[in-house]
């Protein structure tokens, strides 16, 4: 078989139980393609001995039968998720060198599985940003390109969209607290499901904003996100947000049939000064849905103007809060120090040297908004928004509608060091289709749907019922199919 | 409201961040523009709505009171900038 990195997880597992594949051979075919593809930037910290020793033990399991569907599928994972023994930095100088001692929920049951990691992947630092270009280690590198531009993979799970775009593992994990994964997903042309808000165990996965961060599946196609996505979640006692439902199989709700579905399409969502190929996208993906059998409806979700600049308090808040524990004495980056400094200098100086900026940023506007005197003002008045954010989408799914269709991102992927001078609002815009969801807590997919003029990939987004991945996934597909999104980066790197 | 370089350099002090004198208008200017931005938040009539605390329907699961994990002070320190002896080494708190 030949350019087995380019294999889909549901292709790969087939062939691996009719045993004309292994887990070895295709785990040295992604490791090959990580050796070639440093100019990417995608993998930050390489594990091929432990990805060999996996792979040799997920041989041994398919041929002693009934292996589980992602055995010995090579991933990449997010540096976010604490993997044991494995460099885990978040993209941030400050947890330079630590190597945790326990593996993170998402991660272990990705190993029980019987999944082969390749190594840790590059991201925002804290997943803070939208463009992979706050980390620590450098730029991700989008494997699609116009000329000599190089372009952002989008963020903050860049490295994993670089990555799976470009064929160097067979999919990857992501984290999305207000679209990174979907935004990634759509500027590289994979597909990327953050599921509902405690689907996926958080336990060991460094935090950021604890209401809204939840963990996902970035793929080949919906079918592998619906593969990998039962085998990430699951209830976990040691995420008291961790929901208690049992997992469906949601590989077996892909039945192909749509009809009678009732899509909205939020009129809030058609914003001013939005491009016409993101425009015809939209209609494009509301028509594949009608032929499907489905019924598109109008919507209305009055309160989406108001998510960014709500989440723009209660991330930043939650984040000041969560980012406390770098204080340069449990682990990561201590300062020097000079003479005469104390325990505050020691915080202050670890702090300024091992965050960068958009981190400090964030950091502080979160400071400010719970300190004293302004908490009413901002951080309740914000979950206060929220409240009403989520009551938009609740008031919807009560009229019956079973999903709702957006664009993925206000554009295409954009050029690396293009935003460097804006402000930093301009940069939080991308996430303004993305954001509703994780305010929400509900589940959202990102689909590629088409080319735009330059040939850059184009995403369109699903939006579901809470607990619903399951339906949500099925209608996904069935765009996916109909938009029949084959395109694939030309190889430069 | 507009965010001054004194209120900065006091954000900076609460967050425990060092920034330097020279950086503070910056990081002043960010701010304003970052808090403008979240001034449309006024627009919103939130009478009689409660804070969001939690985004899902959950009760929070209760447990046996007793003792689960522990006695691993390798394993804790192991990643510490500086431990000695059992424990995380600080400079001095106290006088």
Redesign the interface.
């Known amino acids: 078989m030949a350019d087995l990195n380019k294999l889909t997880i549901a292709d790969a597992r087939d062939a691996m139980r009719k045993g004309d594949l292994t887990s070895a051979e295709l785990t040295d075919a992604c490791l090959s393609e990580i050796e070639g593809a440093g100019a990417l930037g995608a993998f930050v910290h390489n594990t091929p001995d432990l990805a060999r020793d996996q792979a040799k033990a997920a041989d041994d399991r398919i041929k002693a039968g009934d292996a589980p569907d992602m055995c010995g599928i090579p991933l990449g994972i997010k540096d976010l998720f604490c993997t044991k023994g494995v460099a885990s930095q978040a993209g941030s100088r400050i947890l330079e ?5 326990y593996e993170s929920t998402v991660s272990q049951n990705l190993l029980d599985n019987g999944t082969v990691m390749l190594g840790k992947l590059n991201m925002d630092e804290f997943a803070m940003g939208s463009s992979n270009e706050t980390s620590v280690y450098g730029n991700a590198v989008n494997p699609w390109k116009i000329d000599d531009r190089q372009l952002t993979p989008g963020g903050s799970s860049g490295g994993s969209a670089s990555a799976v775009a470009a064929d160097l593992c067979l999919a990857a994990t992501g984290t999305d607290t207000g679209g990174s994964i979907r935004q990634p997903a759509a500027f590289t042309g994979i597909t990327g499901i953050k599921p ?3 689907r996926c165990s958080r336990w060991g996965v460094v935090a950021f904003a604890s ?1 809204l961060d939840q963990a996902g599946p970035m793929t080949k196609s919906v079918r592998d996100a619906a593969i990998m996505l039962e085998a990430m979640c699951g209830h976990d ?1 040691k995420d ?2 961790s ?2 439902l049992p997992v469906p199989n949601f590989e077996a709700m892909l039945t192909g049939d749509i009809k009678g579905k009732k899509i909205g399409l939020p009129k809030e969502y058609r914003m001013d000064g939005m491009p016409d190929e993101i425009e015809a996208l939209w209609s494009n993906g509301a028509d594949m849905l009608r032929d499907a059998g489905a019924e598109v409806i109008d919507i209305s979700l009055p ?1 989406t ?2 998510a ?3 989440y ?2 209660i991330a930043p808040a939650e984040a ?1 809060s969560n980012l ?1 524990r770098y ?8 300062a020097k ?1 000079g003479q005469g ?9 670890t ?2 040297e091992g ?1 960068g900026d958009e981190v ?2 964030r ?7 719970l ?1 004293a005197g302004f908490y009413d003002a ?1 951080y ?9 954010i ?1 009551k938009d989408f609740d008031d919807v799914f009560a009229q019956g509608i079973d999903a709702i269709l957006t664009p993925a991102t206000p554009s295409a992927a954009f050029g690396l060091g293009e935003m460097e001078n804006a ?3 301009k940069m ?1 815009l991308n996430d303004v289709f993305t954001v509703t969801v994780n ?3 509900l589940p959202g997919i990102a689909v590629p749907a088409g080319l735009d003029a330059q040939g850059l990939p184009l995403g369109l987004q699903l939006i579901g019922r ?1 607990w619903e991945e399951g339906d949500l996934l099925n209608i996904a597909h069935e765009v996916e199919a109909r938009a029949g999104f084959v395109a694939k980066p030309q190889k430069w790197w | 409201m507009s ?1 001054d370089i004194e ?2 350099r006091k ?9 330097e004198e020279d950086r503070l208008p910056e ?1 002043a200017e ?2 304003n ?3 403008g ?8 009539d ?1 009478e009689g ?8 329907p ?1 009760r ?2 209760r ?1 046996e009171d007793v003792v689960t994990d522990g006695n ?1 002070p390798e ?2 320190l ?5 431990a000695r002896e059992g424990f ?1 080494a ?4 106290v006088e």
């Open positions: 060198g630590f190597i945790p001692e509902t808000y405690g209401s006692a008291s947000t929901a208690d309160h103007k108001y960014l600049p709500a723009y308090v000041s406390a204080d340069g004495v449990r682990y990561g980056h201590r120090l400094d104390g325990i505050t200098e020691m915080y202050e100086k702090r300024a965050f400090q940023r950091v502080m506007v979160g400071t400010y908004v300190s901002y309740n008045r914000a979950r206060k928004v929220r409240a009403l989520k402000d930093p609002v939080y305010l929400a807590g809470p | 965010i209120t900065a954000v900076a002090h609460l967050a425990r961040i060092k920034v990081l960010n701010f523009a970052i808090l931005f979240i001034e449309q938040l006024n627009e919103v939130v709505v409660e804070p969001m605390t939690s985004v899902t959950m929070l699961k447990r691993m394993k804790v192991s990643n510490a900038p500086d995380f600080v400079p001095k708190v």
